[in-house]
C-alpha cells in the first residue's frame, strides 16, 4: 500500500525563484513552517545532478516528516528511493512510469483538461497537478488557465485527490478547497520570499481556515 502524501500545501522547487537562498535551503525553512510534500523540479540539470541534489535535499528533510518527489526523471527518482515520481503529460505515461519505479513509489501526473482527467488510471496514478488555474510565469509554456470553475470540475471526474496548480497564494486556498481540491501546489509563494518558513506558515494557516 503506497503512503498518501499530504497535498495541502505542496511546495514545486524552481532553481531561479529560489534565488540566493537556494532549493535546499528553502526547502528546510518550508518544512519548518510544515510543507509535508517537496517536489524538486529543475528541468535544466543533468540526471547525476538532479540525483546530487536529490540528495542534499533528503538530508535537509530528514527528520521533518516531508516527503521527496521528483519532477520528470525516473532514474534519479529511483536512484534516491524518493518518495514519489511526478509526470506531465508530454512525459513518460502512467503504465511505463510505474513500470519503472515499482508499486510502492508514489506516482503523480499533470493534467490540464477533463480529457486528460478521464484518462487517468487510478491504479497507475496517485494524485492529480490540476490546472494552471491562473497564468504563472514560473511555466511560460503553459496550457489554457482553467480557472476554479475548470478546477471543480476536474476534480469532480477525478478518482484520485487532486492538487491545484497555477499561480496560486494563500489568499486562495478557499476557493482552492471549494473546488474539491486536496490542497495547492505552490512555487512563488515561497521561493524566493525573504522568509520561506513563514511563507509556508502561512499558506497552511490559510489551508487550515479554509477548510474550518
Known amino acids: 500500500m503506497r503512503r498518501a502524501l499530504d497535498l495541502s500545501v505542496y511546495l514545486v522547487l524552481d532553481p531561479d525563484l529560489c534565488g540566493a537562498t537556494g532549493m535546499v535551503e528553502t526547502a528546510r525553512a518550508a518544512a519548518a513552517g510544515g510543507v509535508r510534500t517537496v517536489q524538486l523540479r529543475h528541468k535544466m540539470a543533468t540526471t547525476a545532478e538532479r540525483i546530487a541534489l536529490g ?15 521528483v519532477n520528470d526523471d525516473v532514474e534519479a527518482a529511483v536512484a534516491l528511493g524518493a518518495d514519489g515520481l511526478h509526470v506531465g503529460q508530454g512525459d513518460l505515461a ?3 512510469a510505474r513500470a519503472a519505479i515499482g508499486p510502492d513509489m508514489v506516482l503523480g501526473l499533470s493534467v490540464e483538461t477533463e480529457a486528460h482527467v478521464r484518462a487517468v ?9 490540476a490546472g494552471p488555474v491562473f497564468g504563472t510565469a514560473t511555466k511560460p509554456d503553459h496550457a489554457e488557465p482553467i480557472g476554479f470553475d475548470g478546477l471543480a470540475r476536474m476534480v469532480a471526474l477525478s478518482a484520485v485527490p ?9 489568499r486562495h486556498a478557499a476557493e482552492v478547497l471549494r473546488a474539491g481540491a486536496a490542497g495547492l501546489a505552490v512555487v512563488s509563494a515561497i521561493c524566493g520570499k525573504p522568509d520561506p518558513e513563514e511563507a509556508a506558515r502561512g499558506l497552511l494557516a490559510a489551508v487550515s481556515e479554509g477548510m474550518a
Open 55 to 69: 540528495r542534499e535535499l533528503q538530508a535537509a528533510l530528514a527528520g521533518s516528516g516531508a516527503h521527496l518527489v
Open 94 to 96: 502512467p503504465v511505463a
Open 121 to 129: 488510471d487510478p491504479v497507475l496514478v496517485d494524485y492529480l497537478g
Open 162 to 170: 487532486a492538487v491545484a496548480i497555477g499561480g496560486l497564494e494563500a
